[in-house]
């Protein structure tokens, strides 16, 4: 285990929230920017100090694990159901055909084009869901409009993985995909049926102190989840996000200050050490050379940073709330087109395959990278005064019962 890289992993994940509150007088870049940006320059592809190693890949894999828990956790489905879920899902559709026909076609080869197709209809919603928290938006019709296009952006494409990408044909793939989706139906009946007060009392009783039962459940839940996906030969983070929501269902009858106190340790254990784990490592496996050697791999790098924006953002203008105005549409459309963490995953596996060459990977990459640092920032600097958002469209309760 090299000393350098795991002072620099802690050490990076404390400067980046500096950095950007630093910046952050000037203008609203997301912190998951820095965190990649800095493991790229202590990375092997600038400054040579760190280097991923099996521990920090560990660490890493587990951190993106938590990401999409924490994304699962945060689904509002109540407030989603209805016209926004079905619009979302719409687009998604649209959005997955175009994007394998553009990526058949932009690819060296059939199966390059999937791999790239399915990064292309990706949504960022672990990245996205702690920005519109942060700026008050999660309840308004727009931050429901945004979390239905995000939470089927992220969905989908796991299901797309776990399908296409498993190397199996994809008949056995989807019924392996729905013993997956019977197993995790009947754990999500369970956390219904668990949602009394005895349990509930359980994991208050131990809140402050050194049992922390509710955060230990919580890391049974994921550790269970995944293994269930590796064991089915299911991509990890499907049952990561499955076991966020069934979370979500189990801690839903718990009193409100004994769930905020439960999500805000899961938070810190996620976005404290976890979480800029994975987005430094992330910075410190980006193959920098691959992608600035080839100057048609570093052309690739605009292209899908725009097919990011026709494919995956403009499908989403379905869901968006009734009379929305024009710079709220551009808005959703950003959004929407904001991914990274299941182009990473995607990129890996296709690499695994070898189906994806390193200079395509790194420019899909760096093309997530650009959408996380451009998109979120144009989206709220055309919402304007985000401390009142949502004053001129319906509620969210009228969004949901809309057909």
């Given at each position: 285990?090299?000393?350098?890289?795991?002072?620099?992993?802690?050490?990076?994940?404390?400067?980046?929230?500096?950095?950007?509150?630093?910046?952050?007088?000037?203008?609203?870049?997301?912190?998951?920017?820095?965190?990649?940006?800095?493991?790229?320059?202590?990375?092997?592809?600038?400054?040579?100090?760190?280097?991923?190693?099996?521990?920090?890949?560990?660490?890493?894999?587990?951190?993106?694990?938590t990401l999409f828990f924490v994304a699962g956790s945060e689904i509002n489905f109540t407030a989603i159901k209805g016209r926004p879920i079905t619009?979302?899902?719409?687009?998604?559709?649209?959005?997955?055909?175009?994007?394998?026909?553009?990526?058949?076609?932009?690819?060296?080869?059939?199966?390059?084009?999937?791999?790239?197709?399915?990064?292309?209809?990706?949504?960022?919603?672990?990245?996205?869901?702690?920005?519109?928290?942060?700026?008050?938006?999660?309840?308004?019709?727009?931050?429901?409009?945004?979390?239905?296009?995000?939470?089927?952006?992220?969905f989908g494409p796991l299901l797309a993985i776990s399908i296409f990408l498993s190397g199996r044909n994809p008949g056995v793939s989807a019924i392996?995909?729905?013993?997956?989706?019977?197993?995790?139906?009947?754990?999500?009946?369970?956390?219904?049926?668990?949602?009394?007060?005895?349990?509930?009392?359980?994991?208050?009783?131990?809140?402050?102190?050194?049992?922390?039962?509710?955060?230990?459940?919580?890391?049974?839940?994921?550790?269970?989840?995944?293994?269930?996906?590796?064991?089915?030969?299911?991509?990890?983070?499907?049952?990561?996000?499955?076991?966020?929501?069934?979370?979500?269902?189990?801690?839903?009858?718990?009193?409100?200050?004994?769930?905020?106190?439960?999500?805000?340790?899961?938070?810190?254990?996620?976005?404290?050490?976890?979480?800029?784990?994975?987005?430094?490592?992330?910075?410190?496996?980006?193959?920098?050379?691959?992608?600035?050697?080839?100057?048609?791999?570093?052309?690739?790098?605009?292209?899908?940073?725009?097919?990011?924006?026709?494919?995956?953002?403009?499908?989403?203008?379905?869901?968006?709330?009734?009379?929305?105005?024009?710079?709220?549409?551009?808005?959703?459309?950003?959004?929407?087109?904001?991914?990274?963490?299941?182009?990473?995953?995607?990129?890996?596996?296709?690499?695994?395959?070898?189906?994806?060459?390193?200079?395509?990977?790194?420019?899909?990459?760096?093309?997530?990278?650009?959408?996380?640092?451009?998109?979120?920032?144009?989206?709220?600097?055309?919402?304007?005064?985000?401390?009142?958002?949502?004053?001129?469209?319906?509620?969210?309760?009228?969004?949901?019962?809309?057909?």
């Open positions: 285990m090299d000393a350098v890289t795991v002072f620099l992993l802690p050490a990076l994940a404390a400067v980046a929230p500096l950095l950007a509150s630093v910046v952050g007088r000037v203008a609203r870049v997301p912190l998951v920017v820095f965190e990649i940006v800095l493991g790229i320059i202590v990375g092997p592809s600038v400054l040579g100090w760190a280097h991923p190693q099996l521990f920090t890949d560990y660490l890493s894999q587990f951190g993106l694990a619009r979302a899902i719409i687009g998604w559709v649209i959005s997955l055909v175009v994007a394998v026909l553009v990526g058949v076609a932009l690819g060296p080869t059939p199966d390059a084009g999937v791999f790239i197709g399915i990064a292309l209809c990706s949504t960022a919603l672990g990245t996205i869901l702690p920005m519109l928290r942060d700026a008050k938006e999660l309840s308004t019709p727009f931050g429901v409009a945004v979390t239905a296009i995000g939470a089927v952006g992220e392996v995909l729905l013993v997956f989706v019977v197993i995790a139906c009947f754990g999500v009946w369970l956390a219904f049926r668990g949602r009394n007060s005895r349990i509930h009392t359980v994991l208050a009783a131990s809140l402050h102190t050194s049992g922390q039962f509710a955060i230990r459940l919580i890391i049974f839940l994921i550790g269970a989840l995944v293994a269930l996906s590796l064991a089915l030969s299911l991509d990890m983070l499907l049952g990561a996000f499955v076991a966020g929501i069934m979370w979500r269902v189990l801690s839903s009858g718990a009193p409100e200050h004994n769930r905020e106190q439960i999500d805000s340790k899961i938070e810190a254990v996620a976005f404290g050490f976890f979480v800029p784990i994975f987005f430094i490592t992330t910075g410190m496996k980006f193959d920098a050379k691959a992608l600035f050697t080839d100057p048609h791999v570093l052309l690739l790098v605009p292209v899908f940073l725009v097919l990011l924006v026709i494919v995956r953002g403009m499908p989403g203008i379905l869901a968006a709330p009734p009379g929305s105005s024009r710079k709220d549409r551009i808005a959703i459309v950003l959004f929407g087109a904001t991914g990274l963490p299941i182009i990473v995953a995607v990129t890996s596996i296709g690499e695994r395959a070898g189906a994806l060459s390193s200079g395509i990977s790194s420019a899909l990459v760096a093309a997530g990278i650009m959408s996380v640092l451009l998109f979120p920032l144009i989206a709220f600097a055309l919402r304007g005064d985000i401390d009142t958002p949502g004053l001129k469209h319906p509620t969210a309760d009228q969004l949901s019962s809309e057909p």
